[in-house]
């Protein structure tokens, strides 16, 4: 399956806990056309993980959001470009 969101989907570092899906969507929709916002949870517990994702419809509109300083909900926050999961093993840290 290609990825068609090369250069349009970023990664939100730093969300603070209490920061909604909700919360997101209206901060991140102020700069462009939003195709996709999630924040991502643990699993078991629902709790965020203090990071998401946002989709913009063109690279334009995800280049002018990472132009940009950001702060939600009191908290200052980063975007970066997302990079596309790797098929790769991770290195080191395991068993032998």
Same mark, same amino acid.
């Given at each position: #399956? !290609? *990825?068609? &969101? @090369? ?11 209490? @920061?909604?899906?909700?919360? #997101? !969507?209206? $901060? =991140?929709?102020? =700069?462009?056309?939003? &195709?996709s ?7 078991h ?5 203090? =990071?998401? =994702? %946002? %989709? $913009?419809? &063109?690279?334009? !509109?995800?280049d $002018? ?5 950001? !702060? ?13 999961? @790797?098929? *790769? ?8």
């Amino acid at each position: #399956m !290609e *990825d068609n &969101t @090369s250069g349009t989907k970023l990664v939100i570092l730093g969300l603070p806990w209490a @920061s909604t899906q909700e919360s #997101m !969507e209206t $901060y =991140f929709k102020q =700069f462009g056309n939003l &195709t996709s916002c999630n924040i991502m949870k643990e699993r078991h517990s629902g709790r965020s993980r203090g =990071f998401g =994702f %946002v %989709v $913009y419809n &063109t690279k334009e !509109e995800a280049d $002018y959001v990472l132009s940009l300083d950001h !702060e939600l909900d009191g908290r200052r926050i980063e975007a970066k470009v997302a990079l596309p999961k @790797s098929d *790769d093993p991770p290195l080191g840290g395991g068993a032998a």
